[in-house]
């Protein structure tokens, strides 16, 4: 049976950071993401990285302060959240897609992703 399990998810001030990880169990993923959902808000894409880790993904609004990465050997990915704002407060999930190819429409699509995690909160105080 598969399974996602993240972890990482904390209280922080605005300015500090967080590493989030994932933990799958089951096959090597195509492509792994992190989704993210703020009250009252619908789940959105954050990040995507391919099996290789030779290609990722960013949404705009987390250009530059988060990084994505995986380690295979591992079966996780994971979140390298700096400069965190009270913006990026939010529920945060891993997916998996099993066996997609990497295109930006196709990993930025919730509808593309075969699996999910059970979430980790995310808290950044002002």
């Known amino acids: 049976q598969v399974q996602l399990v993240e972890s990482g998810g904390g209280l922080v001030q605005a300015g500090g950071s967080l590493r989030l990880s994932c933990a799958a169990s089951g096959p090597t993923f195509s492509n792994m993401g992190w989704f993210r959902q703020a009250p009252g808000k619908e789940r959105e894409f954050v990040a995507a990285?391919?099996?290789?880790?030779?290609?990722?993904y960013y949404a705009d609004s987390v250009k530059g302060r988060f990084t994505i990465s995986r380690d295979n050997a591992k079966n996780t990915v994971y979140q390298q959240m700096n400069s965190l704002k009270p913006e990026d407060t939010a529920v945060y999930y891993c997916?998996?897609?099993?066996?997609?190819?990497?295109?930006?429409?196709?990993?930025?699509?919730?509808?593309?992703?075969?699996?999910w995690g059970q979430g980790t909160q995310v808290t950044v105080s002002s």
């Open positions: 990285i391919k099996w290789s880790g030779s290609s990722t």
């Open positions: 997916a998996a897609d099993n066996g997609g190819v990497f295109l930006v429409s196709r990993v930025t699509g919730r509808n593309s992703y075969d699996y």
